[in-house]
């Protein structure tokens, strides 16, 4: 039997290939990096950095989103802070300038001097779908909508419109955010990994399906008891995922910070009537700690030196050849 490789080491450690993903595949994907309940008012801001590519969103007057990198034309200063937060207008922090709703500047504040015409700052582009924000920078990518593609009518029978925001926790891990990526894409690991989950549902039975596009699969495993439906995970390529159970569900996606550096971001959501969400919360934060905790040690021995690739599992791993298979595409034919 052939078996497929992983891919290899050097792609979970070269900074050279980090800086072709974050052109390739970061500033060419829709990123998820919020919700509409981050922003409520007109002026409210979120601001994030995706695989090192400043960008803010902004709600507008209209109730529409405007994104732009976040970074002024004069000397690269911030036209808000990180994180959320309120700005009614687009200054910005370092000297002041100002900037329109469509960002070119209408004032260069005490510069003593004309600035070049058509000075502005860089729109990207910022969509929701079901409430989720994502961003892209490359201009040429289809909307959201069509991104997305088969991947909304799947989601369409899970009811993430009826959960409300409750709580979200933030993991800065130590690891290629491709290790995580890989982690989450097969549930060969639940027995070993996570002893007190493989005793609610059936780890060997965890399944992975994808439908035909390599970008997105639906995960499914069964409840011991039988009885009652546990949830089902969805994953869409590169970093977008979400658990829905009964009574709510969770956000988790990892954002690559830097080539060994991803932070893990998870948001709960739940219905008015749920029940047990500290539970809920815990066991989930549980499950999370388990897989960072063999993730980041994944990493280290990825850069050990002693290693270049291994084998997947034709059972379990599937996906992650799929998932591999993307990353070849986009970063392969620009290596040196
Ligand atoms: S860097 Fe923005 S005004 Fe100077
Ligand atoms: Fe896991």
Redesign the pocket.
């Known amino acids: 039997m052939n078996l497929t490789e992983t891919l290899p080491t050097r792609y979970y450690s070269d900074p050279a290939i980090w800086e072709i993903e974050r052109h390739q595949i970061f500033a060419k994907t829709w990123i998820m990096i919020g919700h509409d309940h981050d922003l409520p008012r007109a002026g409210d801001y979120l601001a994030e950095s995706i695989a090192g590519w400043p960008i803010f969103v902004q709600r507008a007057g209209d109730d529409s989103l405007r994104a732009f990198h976040n970074l002024?034309?004069?000397?690269?200063?911030p036209i808000v802070w990180e994180g959320t937060g309120h700005q009614a207008n687009l200054v910005?922090?370092?000297?002041?300038?100002a900037f329109d709703k469509e960002g070119l500047l209408i004032n260069?504040?005490d510069f003593g001097g004309e600035a070049p015409a058509g000075t502005c700052l860089t729109k990207i582009r910022a969509q929701s779908w079901r409430g989720f924000i994502f961003v892209c920078l490359d201009p040429s990518v289809p909307d959201l909508i069509e991104w997305l593609a088969g991947f909304i009518e799947e989601c369409e029978a899970y009811p993430t419109d009826d959960y409300v925001f409750h709580s979200r926790t933030i993991r800065h891990t130590a690891m290629n955010w491709k290790v995580y990526n890989d982690n989450f894409l097969e549930g060969y690991h639940l027995p070993l990994v996570h002893p007190a989950m493989s005793k609610e549902v059936e780890a060997l039975a965890y399944r992975v399906e994808g439908k035909g596009d390599p970008r997105w699969n639906i995960h499914t495993a069964p409840r011991r008891d039988g009885q009652t439906w546990s949830g089902v995970w969805g994953y869409f390529y590169p970093t977008f995922s979400f658990d829905v159970f009964p009574g709510g569900m969770a956000i988790e996606r990892w954002l690559p910070v830097g080539n060994g550096q991803t932070d893990l971001i998870f948001e709960y959501f739940f219905a008015d009537d749920a029940d047990g969400i500290e539970e809920i919360i815990k066991d989930s934060e549980e499950v999370a700690d388990e897989d960072v905790r063999v993730a980041e040690m994944v990493q280290k021995n990825l850069q050990a030196g002693l290693y270049t690739t291994g084998w997947l599992s034709p059972r379990h791993e599937h996906a992650l050849d799929e998932f591999h298979q993307l990353v070849h595409a986009a970063v392969d034919p620009y290596l040196a």
Do not use: K, M
């Open positions: 002024c034309p004069h000397r690269a200063g910005c922090r370092y000297h002041g300038w260069a504040r």
